[in-house]
């Protein structure tokens, strides 16, 4: 299952819950960041590909979490650093945010994977 936050009319980011059979896109093609779930039988096989360089311009960082272990409190912002929502996110499930801001707040002993487009730049704001 797939949660739309939306905030003055624009998609701020999408909470995922759950994993559908096959393979999935997730994101708009358009994103800057891409994520499609595979969930698949034993003995499938994905035909072994590669993607063909090309240049990608990004204007906007977007993030990714992915709860592998325990449970997390996500607060989300606007891009005016106004607090707008608050999401649980527990293992297995992810979130993506695609503007705004974000807290993580760990409510018990939590792992996640945290994935963003790069390359990596130091230019983080605190709100």
Known sequence: MINEI???K???GLKITEIQNGSTPIT???KYIQMVTLSHPKGTIL???MHKP???ITYQLQE???VKKGKILITIYDVNKKQIKNLYLSK???FIIFRGGVKIKMLADSEIFELKNGP???DKILI
Do not use: N, S, T
Request: positive net charge; hydrophobic residues 40%; proline residues 4%.
């Open 10 to 12: 624009k998609l701020i």
């Open 54 to 56: 090309q240049k990608r």
């Open 47 to 49: 035909k072994a590909h």
């Open 6 to 8: 939306i905030f003055k």
């Open 120 to 122: 990596f730049m130091e």
């Open 92 to 94: 297995g499930q992810a």
């Open 64 to 66: 990714c979490m992915v």
């Open 28 to 30: 708009d093609p358009k």
